[in-house]
């Protein structure tokens, strides 16, 4: 996974740092230093609301008072506070909170809860767990746990992966990196599911004898043996940082983003927020000249699998079938599929002028058009069955500020002015059939049809009605087909 740069958060020491969506805006939890004795330092855990840029919310500040988990952990100054995990389950939230204890300056002693609030003010209990490692992830009954071993070059311990499955402890397998010999420590950040490869998808980091973090994505089926695992690349230009430490994923407008702490594990610094690199919308902001603030809001993705609206409409068809006959999760699907950024390649290489009209047939939530409109078409329109495709569509134009597309909330089989279009664009927008249907209405010998996503159904449709192929443009992921009527 590559990150770039998004902003500071404008405290100094918070670390161990999670954001998540509450109240319309987002809360940020972190440790930070409470009070320090000698060579103990105590830390506990602050809460700070963020605007949907994330930026702090002046006077947001809360000190999370857990006196009813433990009355003692403010006056002790050997109880320290440490966030590691938070997530949000039915409209409630849930932190795993590490009541980390130091023993005589020689060891340390992990406690571990789970709490549940609405409010982050009142915290109830739903479990402590009963084991004295740190305690990553509580995740489909599965422990994510970095056993403590002390020897007498780590007085306080170094922290590697053993994880509990089915009551059995478990070093897991690593293709790359892991170096359970070598290695200091090993925390586990965060967890997702990929639907379309039905895997899990890991962030851990790895603290080498160098006293160093670096943070990697692993791969894996069963959660004892894991492939593919890299180095999460981070991307700060004339940025003096030389690793970032504790990372935690978390979504903002269907966009990832990763907090981090600095190469000072986040002691002084300001914790640090990423944004996963997206060519599409890195295209958007150097040709519409906008920064993050405003494509941070627009909402082109929702990284789900996609099926046609037409069979998800009608509950029959290919797609719907398999995903009812093999008990897949309808939630996991959607009827919006978006278009690739390569298309503005291909738009160019077509010579526009300001005599040319298209039309996108399926615009969904428009980047398409917003593509179209950084050429000198006379005319953009998009046409869309789903009115929530619509409604945010229209909303990422006016984030735009474009003014001179037209969204017609209409079926595409009732539209009958196709032929006053120079270009049709289709992102594979319905099965072969409905697009046969579009293609007889057709009799304007000068339209191009531009197509992406294409399968062999639909290239039969136009072999039959006379179309052939004057373009073929490379994608990274889809070829684009361009066709003409003989």
Known sequence: MLLNFYNKININGLRFSKVINFNNNFIIIGSKLYNEEK???????????????????????????????????????????????????????????????????????????????NNFIDFVIIKKYETNNILNKDFNNILFISKILYDKENVFGKYLFEFIINNTNIQPKFDNYIDYNNDIGHLLHNIEYSIDNEYHKIIFSILDISKKYTIYTSKTYDFINYFDTEELKFLFENSNINWYSFPFIFNNYNKKFCIVNQDDFGKKTEPVIFREFDKSIELIEQKYNINYSITNKLNFNDNKKY???????????NRYNDIINNNKNINDYSTHSPSCFELYNVLNNLNINNNNSIIDIGS???????????????????????????????????????????????????????????????????????????????????????????????????????????????????????????
């Open 39 to 117: 060579l103990i330092k105590k830390y506990i855990l602050y809460s700070y609301l963020l605007n949907n840029d994330l930026e702090i919310i002046d006077n947001s500040e809360n000190l999370l008072n857990l006196i009813n988990i433990n009355n003692k952990y403010l006056d002790d100054i050997n109880i320290s506070l440490w966030l590691r995990d938070l997530y949000i389950n039915n409209n409630e939230y849930f932190l795993l909170i590490d009541f980390n204890k130091n023993i005589n300056n020689t060891s340390m002693q992990s406690n571990n809860y789970l709490l549940k609030t």
């Open 307 to 317: 099926i046609f609206l037409n069979e998800f409409k009608n509950k029959n068809g």
């Open 364 to 486: 969904g939530k428009g980047f398409a058009l917003t593509i179209f409109n950084l050429f000198p078409f006379k005319n953009i329109t998009g046409i869309e069955l789903s009115k929530k495709d619509i409604d945010i569509c229209n909303n990422n134009l006016e984030l735009l500020n474009i003014k001179n597309i037209n969204v017609i909330y209409q079926d595409a089989l009732e539209f009958e002015y196709y032929n006053n279009y120079s270009y049709l664009y289709f992102y594979n927008p319905f099965s072969y059939d409905i697009f046969e249907k579009i293609i007889q209405k057709i009799d304007n010998i000068n339209i191009k049809i531009i197509y992406n996503n294409i399968h062999e159904e639909e290239k039969n449709v136009l072999n039959k009605y006379n179309y052939i192929l004057v373009k073929e443009e490379k994608g990274i992921l889809r070829n684009y087909y361009i066709y003409q009527k003989k």
